[in-house]
């Protein structure tokens, strides 16, 4: 398999255990575990996962002053930033209408990408994102009637705030390998969500035992192996590329959901589904440079994989 379709299998991969996430929170808040004890057990867990592992295959760990500063700001900042605004939103706007303001952010990556780093916009590209975010609006099935405009600019924050963090993993990721910086980024979100959930006294471990098993499957799925094969995927593919394939994630959700809790899909749903599929294979279709001829920030660590 060569480095672009390995690119596109990991981000899927990547989307697909992200997708498990909301599903195991189900059960995790169902065994009596709170918001912010689960994203620190998620995060703390995942950080162990993962330097058990670079001590087993013996990577190297150690890392500059100025590559640690990034991957903290990553972690630390980054990903408590968005998951505050995304969680905060869903105060204002129901969940369904949340999820479609924040899954434009592959329209941010892009933007970003060209603006700053003065990445050449593919036109493939554009259409495929304009055609997923059609059937996101299918599949999620919203109204725009009534719109919060608090909650939608707190969900519009999240997504711009992920498409920032999938830039700067793109640039962090020609200085270190993937494995690491995921290890380095889960420490630094444990520790923040730690001190966030003792300064708000909101962490508290006496939920039932079973509810250690979905809190572990986010752990290890939905961050360990997520976050690991989307870095990857961002190094061979690009982050905007990366980010248009993964809006794949909610008709994971979905389908699984309907698997699970006997969920019925219209229609309308499905055919949204479908314009998701047809907008990640115009992406695939779309792949610009081949292997042989690719150059840029994605290919300077493909030689030690």
């Known amino acids: 398999m060569n480095r672009y379709r390995s690119g596109v299998l990991l981000v899927l991969i990547s989307a697909s255990s992200f997708a498990l996430m909301p599903i195991l929170a189900v059960y995790a808040y169902k065994g009596q575990a709170n918001l912010y004890t689960v994203l620190f057990l998620r995060f703390a867990l995942a950080s162990l996962l993962l330097l058990a592992y670079l001590l087993y295959r013996k990577k190297p760990v150690a ?53 700053i780093y003065k990445e050449k916009l593919n036109p493939r590209l554009l259409i495929a994102t304009a055609i997923a975010l059609t059937g996101m609006c299918l599949v999620i099935g919203t109204s725009f009637h009534d719109i919060n405009l608090p909650g939608a600019f707190l ?28 290890a380095y980024i889960s420490l630094s979100a444990a520790a923040a969500f730690l001190v966030i959930g003792s ?61 699970l809790f006997h969920d019925r899909l219209s229609a309308i749903q499905w055919g949204g589904g479908l314009l998701i599929l047809a907008g990640a294979f115009i992406v695939i279709r779309s792949r610009g440079q081949t292997e042989e001829n690719q150059t840029g920030p994605c290919r300077s660590e493909s030689n030690q994989y």
């Open 63 to 115: 890392v500059k002053l100025t590559l640690l500063l990034k991957l903290i700001f990553i972690g630390a900042i980054l990903y408590t930033l968005q998951s505050s605004l995304y969680f905060a939103s869903v105060q204002y706007i129901p969940v369904s209408l949340q999820a479609l303001f924040f899954y434009t952010y592959p329209v941010f990556v892009a933007i970003i990408a060209a603006v």
């Open 155 to 182: 969900a519009l924050g999240a997504a711009g705030v992920y498409a920032v963090y999938l830039n700067l993993s793109n640039r962090v990721l020609k200085e270190v390998l993937p494995d690491v910086a995921t």
């Open 199 to 259: 300064a708000t006294h909101s962490l508290n471990f006496s939920f039932q035992p079973a509810t250690w098993f979905p809190i572990v499957g986010i752990a290890f799925f939905s961050t360990a192996i997520a976050i690991l094969t989307l870095f990857r995927g961002i190094e061979l593919l690009g982050s905007t590329r990366a980010s248009i394939l993964s809006i794949v994630e909610p008709l994971v959700t979905i389908t699984i959901s309907s698997l």
